[in-house]
């Protein structure tokens, strides 16, 4: 069926004024109470009390010196025998001489992992070293001015025979039988982060911090941090006779990567460079 006919022409709606339009509109709406004035206010007082204060993000750079205070001789003692009874009784008056020595000299020894192996005999074969074997992996640490040559070579007069980590598999292969070692390095590397976290704090408060932001020198604790990478200036041989640079990253809420031994008594320059966060204060109105 067609809706219009001949001769039928719909009505026209005559044009409203903008006003007049509001007005209706806006009654018509507060009868239906889809909109009022006073929840609304409400609403936009309650969403600026809540919401979260501005988020500001900074950076900050350090530098700081870092030397050994351990000097670590890093080896073991063998002792092999027919009998197991016999190696482990000959490697123990070996350790009791070591000990009373290295206690003369200030330092402190620790043992470590003590590994019993014995060879299958070879038929036809005649073999003149005992079967039986003990090593006794072992670690003597004193301060970085202890005179650690000499004490090398009376542990060795002592009996020490074996040299570096892999006391298994010494022979024909160099090892780093000394070494140097950063005590306390975790609460090192955290006041390192601090002092970075100190800088980031002096530069935004020199240029965009407002003045009850700043109003104290120290960094906030609502300044937390989100990244901390560390670098240091020199290349650094390895006891694995690698050579890099000491570099590790520090992520939230993670702790600090051990280092490397050193293999000489330097002192290490390490530059830092800290991401943090901010929530600044918002005056209220």
């Keep these: 069926m067609r809706l219009l006919t001949r001769g039928y022409a719909p009505r026209r709606i005559g044009t409203m004024r903008p006003s007049a339009t509001c007005l209706i509109l806006g009654a018509a ?7 009022s004035p006073a929840t609304s206010a409400q609403e936009v007082e309650q969403k600026a009390q809540f919401s979260p204060p501005p988020y500001v993000p900074m ?5 700081m010196e870092i030397s050994p205070d351990k000097a670590l001789i890093v080896g073991g003692v063998s002792s092999s025998a027919l009998k197991p009874s016999e190696a482990v009784d000959q490697l123990e008056r070996q350790l009791a001489l070591m000990r009373s020595y290295i206690a003369e000299k200030h330092g402190e020894l620790q043992m470590l992992e003590r590994v019993r192996t014995i060879k299958n005999p070879q038929p036809g074969k005649e073999d003149t070293e005992p ?21 090398l070579q009376k542990l060795i007069e002592l009996g020490l025979d074996r040299f570096g980590d892999n006391v298994l598999n010494n022979y024909n292969r160099r090892e780093a039988v000394i070494r140097f070692r950063v005590s306390d390095f975790d609460e090192r590397m955290n006041d390192f982060q601090q002092r970075c976290a100190a800088d980031a704090w002096k530069q935004w408060c020199a240029t ?13 604790a609502s300044l937390e941090p989100q990244a901390f990478n560390v ?22 809420g993670q702790r600090s990567a051990d280092p490397p031994d050193l293999l000489g008594n330097v002192t290490v320059h390490l530059e830092g460079f800290v991401n943090l966060t901010y929530h600044a204060v918002v005056e209220k109105p």
Aim: glycine residues 8%; neutral net charge.
């Design 208 to 220: 965009a911090g407002s003045e009850k932001d700043c109003a104290s020198p120290p960094p906030p």
């Design 131 to 151: 079967p039986f074997q003990v090593v006794q992996r072992l670690q003597a640490t004193f301060p970085t001015d202890a005179p650690v040559d000499a004490i």
């Design 29 to 35: 709406l507060a009868v239906g109470g889809l909109l």
């Design 59 to 63: 950076s900050g750079t350090c530098t």
């Design 231 to 252: 670098r240091s200036k020199e290349t650094l041989m390895r006891a694995d006779g690698n050579s890099a640079p000491w570099q590790w990253n520090m992520n939230r």
